[in-house]
């Protein structure tokens, strides 16, 4: 999987420990770094100056956090805070070149998971202007699922980052059920039918 290829960043490096609603960094700071997310759940979030704020992603553990910035050099766009108890591995210029020269093919993968960022950020702006059911299906196929199909994901995380209600979210989810594009379960959700969650997003009505 994806994920497991950024435990090299982590190998031999003290492990920062964040509890539940402390941040990790902060919205218009200079990033030193970026992490890598060993274990919990992140909130990454933008705040507009009259305080409202709006989820972006919710990266769990296995995902990195904060490398836009850090690569670009220019200020934090959006800050993170641990939703769960979290522990993390910072990630500096001197380590990142370290394990490049260790595991050269990692540079590739931190551009392809870039672009992916970039795309689903882009996406997200998009799918404002979408109704709710292609809102969720979007965010769906924006998550890359376990080996199983399973989907590493909530249904209160679904809806705070597409923007609309867990009711709404539960209600969508359940109509994708009974078209067989996903199967709900007890705290578990599996991607069954790509096809035509895509299919359906591409209509125009």
Known sequence: MLRNIWTPLADGQPIQHKEP??????????????????????????????????????????????????????????SAMAVTRCELVAVDRQRLEQVFAAHPGLAIAMLEDLARRVRMLSEHVDGEFLQADKRIARHLLSLIPEADGRLRCTHEEIG??????????????????????????????????????????????
């Open 160 to 205: 705070a980052s597409v923007g609309v209600s867990r009711v709404t979210v539960s209600r969508v989810l359940s109509d994708f059920d009974r078209k067989g594009w996903v199967k709900t379960g007890y705290k578990s959700l599996h991607l069954l039918d790509r096809l035509a969650l895509e299919a359906f997003l591409d209509e125009r009505f």
């Open 21 to 78: 609603g402390q941040l990790i960094y902060l919205q218009d700071t200079r990033a030193e770094c970026f992490y890598y997310i060993v274990s919990g759940t992140v909130k990454c979030f933008i705040s507009s100056p009259e305080g409202d704020e709006r989820i972006l992603t919710l990266p769990h553990a296995g995902e990195l956090i904060g490398e836009a910035a850090f690569f670009d050099q220019q200020p934090r766009v959006s």
